[in-house]
């Protein structure tokens, strides 16, 4: 194997990624008594040499694995970049004494790597931060493949596979379905489409300073009116509109009727008096 003779620019991935991919493929793999060797030699001697001859008779084997991953919309390149990340530090830890070969134990540092880089690029925002959600996100993904939208007994078999609430996959799917959008728009926006820029319905007046004061005048001044209105009524209907809607516990009809020993049609006349009344005073 001579790997030294490869050019530079072919094994950058992101410079001619077809070129990269003849190059790496070229590169001879070892057997099983080469990597032996090559593996004792990085781990008891910290032999840098083995350690890279290491690497580039596997860099092949992670272009299989990040193609596997191209669905996500993300360049080939940026995926085999960081699967070679995972790969070297797989190398970096693996035993040779394990008695396992190193494309064993590499394929879960190259998948790890490539699924951290998929989580952070593949939406602005995060689709998935835990544990559960990652697994389920890379796994929904999968079925989403095979499947359109999730019938409820679809969702449950996955959220049973997976040991997660039913809900739980919903939700992921929802988030998957979701898009990225600028917050003001795009500039080839027209009217038509422009007013759904979330900067038109996700503005918060609520801490707007005129707008506070505008809604505390506001408030203010119909208190006022109201507490002028009561005190033009008699102190009887006064007491029933008091009873009857400003006070905590509110009575009913029948209990102001025993206290004012009038039946409660009566009650119902004279709060409906008071109340015209009342509205005609905040109005004039």
Not at 231 to 248: C, F, K, Y
Request: charged share 30%; proline share 2%; net charge negative.
């Amino acid at each position: 194997m001579n790997t030294s003779l490869q050019p530079v620019d072919m094994l950058v991935p992101g410079r001619n990624i077809e070129a990269y991919v003849a190059s790496v493929s070229n590169i001879a793999v070892l057997s099983a008594d080469q990597e032996k060797t090559l593996a004792e030699r990085l781990y008891f001697h910290d032999d840098l040499e083995a350690a890279r001859q290491l690497v580039m008779s596997h860099l092949r084997f992670v272009v299989h694995i990040a193609r596997s991953y191209s669905g996500y919309g993300l360049p080939l390149s940026d995926l085999i970049q960081e699967g070679n990340v995972g790969l070297m530090k797989a190398v970096k830890r693996f035993n040779p004494e394990v008695g396992v070969r190193l494309v064993s134990f590499a394929v879960h540092w190259v998948k790890a790597e490539i699924h951290e880089f998929i989580l952070r690029n593949w939406r602005i925002v995060k689709v998935a931060t835990t544990k559960a959600q990652r697994k389920l996100f890379f796994n929904l993904r999968s079925a989403k493949k095979r499947l359109s939208w999730l019938t409820n007994d679809e969702a449950k078999a996955v959220a049973e596979d997976l040991g997660v609430e039913t809900r739980v996959v919903h939700e992921m799917e929802g988030r998957m379905a979701g898009q990225d959008t600028a917050f003001d728009g795009y500039q080839d926006d027209d009217s038509d489409t422009a007013y759904q820029a979330p900067a038109h319905y996700l503005e918060d007046r609520s801490a707007d300073p005129s707008s506070i004061l505008e809604n505390e005048d506001w408030t203010d001044n119909s208190v006022g009116q109201l507490r002028s209105a009561l005190a033009q009524l008699d102190e009887r209907s006064r007491d029933i509109l008091q009873r009857r809607w400003l006070a905590e516990d509110k009575a009913t009809l029948h209990e102001l009727a025993d206290v004012y020993g009038v039946s409660a049609e009566r009650i119902r006349q004279l709060e409906k008096n008071a109340m015209k009344k009342l509205k005609g005073s905040m109005l004039a």
